[in-house]
């Protein structure tokens, strides 16, 4: 490839990640309620989230499963009701404002919840099958490894938008446990991940 189309295709991930979606706002909620800890975590299990859904394009996984309807609705639907079980799991543990001060290293769960999100996310099989197809030249001979390598730009794109995202809502988590308001944020939280669920519902019902 070409420096150029390079250079487009980095400007068109970083404009994509930008745009708000369900990843950022997860991970908004989660440093600005856990710390930044949490948060890190969860951009771990993010990008592992989004390095699934680039394998399974590169080797054909995803345009398979695409081919049928019943399979984006599977993974809409599940996406949207993971988020809702979070957001009623969150309300119905809300911690006293001393529990939310302890909560900020976080644990393998927030590994784990950023991943089931992304995997479960439509907007990420859309993008690795049609945005980053679009950008692979169709004379070239090694579309694959072209296809992993723009997909391991947009990893790192999104890694870099992710950490700065976290590193926002940390600020803001700090300014929460010291005002003790951990009770009341337990409850903004799980009302902002019921936001959520509605947008990927809504933003992806055409798919």
């Known amino acids: 490839m070409v420096l150029s189309a390079v250079l487009q295709f980095l400007i068109a991930a970083t404009l994509i990640e930008l745009t708000p979606g369900p990843n950022m706002g997860y991970l908004a ?34 345009q398979m499963a695409a081919g049928q309807p019943v399979f984006y609705q ?14 009623f799991d969150a309300w119905r543990s809300r911690a006293a404002p001393t529990e939310l001060d302890q909560a900020g290293e976080g644990d393998w769960r927030d590994v784990r919840r950023g991943f089931v999100t992304n995997v479960l996310n439509p907007k990420a099989l859309i993008f690795y099958l049609t945005i980053i197809p679009s950008f692979v030249p169709a004379d070239t001979t090694n579309g694959p490894w072209v296809f992993l390598s723009l997909g391991a730009l947009h990893l790192a794109v999104s890694v870099a938008v992710h950490l700065g995202l976290v590193a926002l809502g940390a600020r803001a988590y700090g300014w929460i446990a010291q005002a003790g308001r951990a009770r009341r944020v337990q409850g903004a939280f799980a009302i902002g ?11 992806t019902r055409g798919g």
């Open 29 to 62: 909620l989660v440093s600005a309620r856990r710390g930044l800890g949490a948060g890190l975590l969860t951009v771990v299990g993010v990008t592992l989230g989004l390095a699934a859904h680039l394998v399974a394009a590169a080797v054909g996984l995803s």
């Open 74 to 87: 599977v993974l809409r639907w599940g996406g949207v009701a993971y988020l809702l079980w979070l957001a």
């Open 193 to 203: 991940l019921v936001a959520v669920a509605a947008w990927v519902a809504w933003s």
